[in-house]
């Protein structure tokens, strides 16, 4: 597609249940990451995929948090027995390609708001 | 912790005046520093970005000014415009990292 492709776009949940969030990054590109933003907190990196293999699950809050890549493409950040913290937009970004400075310009997606009842 | 700081939290400028955002950073292995603007709704997007090698970066009424020793550089928006209300990001990144780590954002309105 044109642009890098996110659903749904909002989520509203009860606390406890499992999430899941799709996308769809733009044809071609290599690297997927995914973002959370909070309010007030700015861009928290939470997991970054090279082709389907994720070298840095770092920012990755908890292990009630997982994603995966198939095929090079589409990315599902799964989010089980959701906690109201949770609640936050979750943006997932794709490149080219990765790794060294000025050549990585992310291209976002609109977002995923999720909201944990 | 957070690697890049970014202020003002929120800045109200009027049409035609000059809006600045300011990020400081402690790493001395960054060496990308984009901005990025986001509108409500959206994702945030690529505005303009420097490398340390040059102090300042024009792109139409988008200015970044950069100081190496101060580990600072700013965004100056000239002539700002309504259409310019946007929450700004700035970020930076090292060499072979593969994320970009951003700043807390400013939330910038331009009043007609």
């Known amino acids: 597609g044109a642009g890098v492709s996110q659903s749904p776009s909002n989520k509203v949940t009860e606390k406890g249940k499992d999430v899941e969030l799709r996308c769809d990054p733009i044809?071609?590109?290599?690297?997927l990451y995914w973002y959370r933003q909070s309010l007030g907190q700015g861009l928290e990196f939470l997991i970054y995929?090279?082709?389907?293999?994720?070298?840095?699950k770092s920012g990755l809050p908890s292990d009630r948090f997982s994603a995966e890549r198939t095929g090079g493409s589409v990315s599902t950040l799964t989010i089980q027995r959701t906690q109201q913290e949770d609640s936050a937009v979750y943006l997932c970004?794709?490149?080219?390609?990765?790794?060294?400075?000025?050549?990585?310009?992310?291209?976002f997606g609109a977002g995923s708001r999720l909201t944990v009842l | 912790q957070q690697q890049v700081k970014q202020s003002p939290q929120s800045l109200i400028v009027q049409k035609g005046g000059i809006s600045i955002i300011n990020c400081a950073y402690e790493?001395?292995?960054?060496?990308?520093f984009p901005w990025y603007q986001q509108f409500p709704g959206k994702g945030p997007a690529l505005l303009i970005a420097?490398?340390?090698?040059?102090s300042e970066k024009k792109e139409g009424r988008f200015t970044i000014s950069f100081n190496k020793s101060a580990k600072q550089f700013s965004l100056h928006i000239m002539d700002s415009q309504p259409g310019d209300s946007a929450t700004y990001f700035c970020?930076?990144?090292?060499?072979?990292?593969?994320?970009?780590?951003f700043g807390t954002g400013t939330r910038l309105t331009v009043i007609p």
């Open positions: 970004a794709s490149s080219r390609d990765s790794g060294g400075s000025g050549a990585n310009v992310l291209t």
């Open positions: 044809s071609g590109h290599t690297a």
């Open positions: 995929f090279q082709g389907n293999s994720a070298p840095d």
């Open positions: 790493n001395t292995a960054f060496d990308y």
């Open positions: 420097i490398r340390p090698d040059v």
């Open positions: 970020a930076a990144t090292p060499t072979g990292a593969n994320n970009l780590f």
